[in-house]
């Protein structure tokens, strides 16, 4: 929907868990020495300010990094992003996904980012103009099915749509699995919002029924606000490397330990 802007909702606790294990496997992956492909469908601007007052409105960086920037040890994929970020845009700087890829891959790998949103678009290319890459102002799920397979074959691909479309819980089944059968050896991330009517359950159950071997991770937590629907995250991984399973643990452990503390 061209009326989404994430700045509402960046560093949130979703962000968390979502960026904090991209961050991971893409430093997992980017130890062998093969070039890689990062790619995704809904990119957002790449760069965002926590002192912005659409930021500030909602509350949800402040019940998120804020206070879970101190939940990761110093050498963590995540927080050495999120500290190179703020060392070069200061303090209250967090970046999105695509500046998460690109601080965490190396010159001989491929980025491959999608964003409708014009003025999102604007502001994706001017945070990634440093890095390099290709940017399409185009449909993201277009853009997935037209690159996969991309060359190099090994890589990843992050699907985080803003589920405004109601229609992706029911569509978003069929085009993973369209996208998996084409790059059957790629990295599958999607990542979807628990709200509290479960709109995401038929759809992860659709999931689970074409890719049985994925894996799904979910966190829960507190409302960032009064009436605010999204009570959890969820991450539905195709191909997850090894140690995967591990690292989401530790990370629930860590959503656990804060969820009935201070937000």
Not at 102 to 123: C, G, K, Y
Not at 177 to 204: A, E, N
Request: hydrophobic fraction near 40%; glycine fraction near 8%; charge should be neutral.
């Amino acid at each position: 929907m061209l009326s989404y802007q994430h700045i509402y909702h960046a560093g949130n606790l979703a962000d968390v868990h979502k960026h904090s294990l991209l961050a991971w496997v893409l430093a997992y992956m980017t130890r062998k020495n093969k070039p890689l492909s990062y790619l995704e469908t809904h990119a957002g601007r790449g760069l965002y300010d926590l002192a912005d007052a659409a930021a500030i409105k909602t509350g949800e960086a402040a019940r998120g990094i804020n206070l879970a920037a101190d939940w990761f040890v110093a050498d963590h994929p995540y927080r050495q992003v999120l500290q190179r970020i703020r060392a070069r845009h200061g303090a209250t700087a967090y970046p999105g996904s695509p500046l998460i890829a690109a601080e965490s891959l190396r010159p001989m790998d491929n980025i491959h980012l999608s964003e409708l949103h014009p003025q999102e678009f604007a502001a994706l290319q001017n945070a990634m103009s440093p890095y390099g890459g290709i940017f399409r102002q185009r449909d993201g799920w277009e853009m997935a099915m037209s690159v996969c397979p991309p060359e190099p074959r090994r890589g990843l691909l992050l699907i985080d749509p803003s589920f405004e479309v109601k229609s992706d819980y029911q569509t978003i089944p069929t085009t993973i699995t369209k996208i998996h059968r084409k790059w059957s050896v790629g990295v599958l991330m999607l990542w979807y919002p628990i709200l509290t009517d479960g709109p995401h359950r038929p759809m992860v159950g659709a999931l689970k029924s074409a890719i049985p071997d994925a894996t799904v991770h979910e966190v829960a937590f507190p409302p960032a606000r009064t009436g605010h629907r999204m009570i959890g995250s969820g991450l539905f991984v195709v191909n997850a490397p090894y140690g995967f399973a591990e690292e989401a643990a530790q990370l629930s452990k860590l959503f656990e330990d804060h969820q009935s503390g201070p937000m």
